[in-house]
């Protein structure tokens, strides 16, 4: 990296803008290659100069908040691209995004498809819906970040869908648009994606039994991401990704596919920059404290995520094991155990990688602590 870190006030987001670009254009490349519409996720990463570059390029949004769609519209994507999600979505949010004609409420279960009826109707609006079903399919990672399962919170479940739609043959105010699905995050084997494509498959085939064609199919994000080798694998493969999508997803004619990506756009292009504070010897091990916390980075603390962690300042002739870990006062203020580094010491300049991707955007200020500044490198 050639960039000047001993200049920056520490714990600092490194932000590769290059990197985005890069992943942006190949992200691009191979999508219109099917003709694919890819939204991004905002939540993974919500830096307002990402947003707008992200935009740019001609990317829809995926959101889950109210306040994510009145973020992207006003980072410039466009609202017939911007899709919302989330199983609580509020009075106020679903008013929100009515008022501003977005592509798709993607619904989680009858009481918010009638809510939004009732609303659409008040405002004589007729709202778009997809109906994120949740197809049983396992996604092979961790539980926390597993939304596909029938004990998840998520979606609509296969054995209610027939009720559901019966249902919604009474109501005025909404629109059967879409079907949406979205099994998890940090999904690297991609035959899991394989299995999602048979499960639509089956399921459209129950549309079809129905005489329903929905305009599009959505299948949510997931793509995962190299943490362990962050070098050699910069970006995901997005050409193998969407040739899944292609060679195994029955669309039927006029039908378009949709996708909502949020780690494998921005995960690989963000670093955590730290410093050490002191290096303390205990019995049995010794720990590198260091200025940057779980209050910066939370996913070690919270799903055991790895992420690889480098010292920029050392030459790497004696090597040493170290628990690194924050200032917090919580046990689960951890970012590795007993990793292998170059002999370090107090004032050593840390890198965590691959920290773009919901990093910053779960930072708390627990402790008081002020939150890591952001620099935008490459
Ligand atoms: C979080 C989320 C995504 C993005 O997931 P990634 O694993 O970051 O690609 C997409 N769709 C929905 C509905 C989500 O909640």
Known sequence: MAIDYTTIKTPAYLYDLGLLQQTLNFVKKEADAFDYHVHYALKANNNPKILELISEKGFGADCVSGNEVEEALKRGFKKEEIAFAGVGKTDDEINFALENDIFSFNCESLPEIEVINELAFKKQKIAPLALRINPNVDANTHKYITTGLDENKFGISLWELESILDRMKA???????????????????????????????????QFYARQIIVEHINVGGGLGINYHQPDEEPMSNFKSYFKIFNDFLELRPMQQLHFELGRSIVGQMGSLLSKVIYVKKASAKSFLIIDAAMTDLIRPSLYQAFHKIEN????????EKYD??????????????????????????????????YGQVMASNYNMRDNAQVVFIG
């Open 171 to 205: 109501m005025k105010n909404v629109q059967l648009k879409g079907l949406h699905f979205h099994i998890g995050s940090q999904i690297t084997d991609l035959d899991t994606f394989k299995n999602l494509c048979n499960r639509i498959n089956q399921i459209q085939e």
């Open 312 to 319: 920029l300042s050392s030459n790497g002739e004696d090597q």
């Open 324 to 357: 690194v870990v924050g200032p917090v006062c919580e046990s689960s203020d951890i970012f590795a155990k007993s990793v292998t580094l170059p002999s370090s010491k107090r004032g050593d300049y840390i890198l965590i990688r691959s920290a773009g991707a």
